[in-house]
């Protein structure tokens, strides 16, 4: 037997593979495809506290082997989640990560207040690569300043597991990484969606109604894949690898690079079992490289050159 | 633990049939090689549209014909993911997520079919499955854009053809054309329901005809779509009760819920 639980903070999963915020909905799409116990966890839609509208469509556009998407936080809200939503969620014996943001610390701040009191949410995950509305439009994700507020004031309200999901629209990640674990989180995740602009040339106009969005698909995997690497030697929490995952072998790139999970995003879109596909073949590889458990695969990239 | 259901609306296909039709269409048949469930009217597919990443999204098509085993396709040639599914041969496989949306409601009796260009693909089922109650309204640019429109004629009780060019029918937008015939049709004609299919502009004409005569309008809606199962929201429409999903609450609206 191939040991694939693994440890993010005190959060246990019986396997590594999750889903990308935003990918897969609250679950009820996905779990007429497969068993979603199958899951090392389900990571829902990014949710504010209040619901959002989200961008004009188009909202999708797509790029040579990805995809750049301006959905714009659309989300039912953390009321609604909870009370439509969670209930569904509670039914299977796998953990549920709440992606959340918000306009200012505050919107922060009583997000996280109102997940860890649901009942249900066995984790946090931040995503910081929102505008801070207060500091006008300085995103959170790439000033370390005001990532440091936000992240600091979001761990004293919750004593949840707290991932904060990095912005790869930066030029250190590791610096990044390295506040929020100061601050202290309990995981990262690398990487969010690139910022991406695709041209209608004969409008002269973007695709895209919010002109650009964020790419993601396997045209980012080397991106996230080398960010994932910075990110494992800048810090000692885990990392949670994702950025074009579609197969065991694209996951298994994540765990060399320093991955402890790895979540499936657009992947999702295109095959709707890709997660349990690649848990499966996660634990073949393991079998057939003759290891017994996936976590001493993680960081085992070897850079010294070869003689 | 097992995870695949034995009946999936995620399945394997091989290609038996992918013939033009005219210069821009095409037909695909496709027989899949497990089990699958059987579609409405309306309801739509995603199909994968090439081996490799790029493209990498499945493309949306509605559901043309099912015949026995078969699943048939009617697709116009547009862009990267319809060039490359037109590529196809005989015996490859392609994967395919459905069927999907939900559908047209059942005509209680005769009706009107509006089609504008390709929407004649997610009509024609409608019309195979009340064969002999639509008056059929189809229009395309010109004549080699009128694909099926011998069989579809055999399916419904009058047809009505135009095209921009006037190179087959009359000269025009059908929907012109609907608004000549909408006095005219005989009896209580003026109360039938209306389904349509086809781009938008035509589509918001239809719905404004159909308002004014106090007519129930179904429209079947486009939107870019990612995933086809409701979990991307890539593909929401404004409606009067706030934004629904073109692939899961739709993609068959009443007219009169869109905001247009
Ligand atoms: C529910 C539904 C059912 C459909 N049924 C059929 C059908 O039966 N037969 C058929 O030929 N087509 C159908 N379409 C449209 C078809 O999905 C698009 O033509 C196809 O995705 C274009 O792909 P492409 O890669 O060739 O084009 P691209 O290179 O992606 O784009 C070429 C052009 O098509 C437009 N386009 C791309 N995707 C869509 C889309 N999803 N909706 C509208 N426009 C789009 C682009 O804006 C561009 O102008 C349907 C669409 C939907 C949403
Ligand atoms: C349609 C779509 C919506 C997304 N929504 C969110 C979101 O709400 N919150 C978030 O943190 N990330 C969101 N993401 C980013 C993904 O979770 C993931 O980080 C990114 O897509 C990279 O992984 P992938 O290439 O496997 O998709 C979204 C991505 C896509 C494609
Ligand atoms: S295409 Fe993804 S929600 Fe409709």
Redesign the pocket.
Known sequence: MVNLSVKIGSLALKNPVMT????FGYGEEYAEFFDLNELGAI?V???SVTPRQGNPTP??VETPA??L?A?G?Q?IGIKAFIQDKLPFLRRFATPVIA?F?GDTINEYVRAAEELSAAGGVHAL?M?I?CPNKQAGWIVFGTDPKTMEQVVSAVRKTTSLPLIV?LSPNVTDIGCMARVAEQCGADAV?V???LTGMVVDIKKRRPVLANATG????????PI?VRMVWEVYKAVKIPVIG?????TARDALEFFIAGARAI???????INPVAPVEIRNGIAEFLREEGLSDINDIVGSLSITPKT | MSSAAPVSRSFRAEIVENSSRGNSFKLLAVTPLTGTISPEPGQFYMLQAADSYDPLLKRPFSIFESAGEQLKFLYRIRGKGTLSLSRLKEGARITIIGPLGNSYPDPQGDFIAVAGGVGIASLFPLLSKHAGKAHLFYGARNSDELVFATESGTLVKGISIATDDGSAGEKGFITEHLRHCLGALPGPAHRLPVYACGPTPMLKAVAQMAHERGLSCYVSLEEHM??GIG????CMVKTVSGQKRVCKEGPVFEAGDVVW
């Open positions: 990308a915020s935003g990918t990571v839609k990014g949710l909202r999708i990805g995809m998407n959905i936080l989300n992606n943001f995950e995503n690569s999901k995740s990487i969010n969606t964020g790419l993601s698909g396997p045209a980012i995997r996230a994702m950025g074009g995952i579609m979540a499936v995003g657009t992947a999702n879109f | 990612a995933c979990a991307c929201l890539g």
